[in-house]
């Protein structure tokens, strides 16, 4: 099982830019589906973006496509989120997870194996 770690989170403006990185240890993420979702306090975990492993495809929720950007560093085993212009709704615990059963992007928590601890993202006004 693959482990993951967050990191790059933090406390920011309305507009201003953060990018998270997720770093995978333990056995090889070749073939698997990397995935990042967030939750805000009193809400359910939310998918926010997905990206293959090894291809090209890449998935956004609606309400970040356009701000964010999802990329991967193959040589480093490490998966990042660009996160533009952000706003007070992207508050929320960022957490990056990997599923080796839909290796081209999953969009449902149900569907991932394994999680990374999260890491906060505050957006004040």
């Known amino acids: 099982q693959v482990q993951l770690a967050e990191s790059g989170g933090g406390l920011v403006q309305a507009g201003d830019s953060l990018r998270l990185s997720c770093a995978a240890s333990?056995?090889?993420?070749?073939?698997?589906?990397i995935g990042w979702f967030r939750q805000a306090p009193g809400k359910e975990r939310e998918f926010v973006a997905a990206?293959?492993?090894?291809?090209?495809?890449?998935y956004y929720v609606d309400s970040v496509n356009g701000r964010f950007t999802i990329s991967r560093d193959n040589a480093k085993n490490t998966v990042y989120l660009q996160m533009n212009t952000l706003k007070p709704e992207d508050t929320a615990v960022y957490y990056c997870?990997?599923?080796?059963?839909?290796?081209?992007?999953?969009?449902?928590?149900?569907?991932?194996?394994?999680w990374g601890q999260g890491t906060q993202v505050t957006v004040s006004s």
């Open positions: 333990g056995r090889t993420v070749s073939g698997y589906g």
């Open positions: 990206i293959s492993w090894i291809g090209d495809r890449v």
């Open positions: 997870a990997a599923t080796v059963r839909y290796p081209l992007g999953a969009t449902r928590t149900v569907e991932y194996d394994s």
